[in-house]
């Protein structure tokens, strides 16, 4: 009998990601969030985050902390490994992803290339 062992997830989440993404989710109409990419920026890729009714035909869920999040079946090759966090600081708070993949990133950290 063979075993499946459990395959690791496409990202990570640090709990700064759990609780801000915990509280983006507990909005009085409940949706998903999905993370994906998009050609922009002079790198080529960016990150990109939607809310969507419904997980895609492929999305790829992580369940972490008990938040859930999908992943873009296409952007899936760009990310996996990564971990997201959520960063505060005196002018802006957004979403970061720390990507093993990257080979290449613009100047100001807009954009990346696998």
Same mark, same amino acid.
């Given at each position: ?12 989440? *640090?709990?700064?990601?759990? +609780?801000?993404?915990? *509280? ?11 993370i994906?990419?998009?050609? #922009?920026?002079?790198?080529?890729? +960016?990150?990109?985050? &939607?809310? !969507? ?13 008990? !938040?859930? !999040? ?11 490994? +990564? &971990? ?11 979403? !970061?992803?720390n990507?093993?993949?990257? #080979? ?11």
């Amino acid at each position: 009998t063979s075993k499946l062992r459990p395959r690791k997830a496409a990202i990570t989440l *640090t709990p700064r990601a759990v +609780s801000q993404l915990r *509280t983006l989710l507990a909005l009085p109409e409940p949706k998903l969030i999905r993370i994906g990419v998009k050609n #922009k920026g002079c790198s080529g890729l +960016s990150y990109h985050l &939607e809310y !969507v009714d419904k997980p895609g035909r492929f999305d790829e869920e992580v369940v972490q902390d008990g !938040v859930k !999040v999908l992943v873009d079946s296409k952007a899936l090759f760009s990310i996996i490994g +990564s &971990e997201m966090d959520w960063e505060e600081g005196r002018l802006a708070a957004r979403f !970061v992803f720390n990507n093993p993949n990257i #080979k290449e990133q613009c100047g100001c950290g807009e954009s990346f290339s696998v």
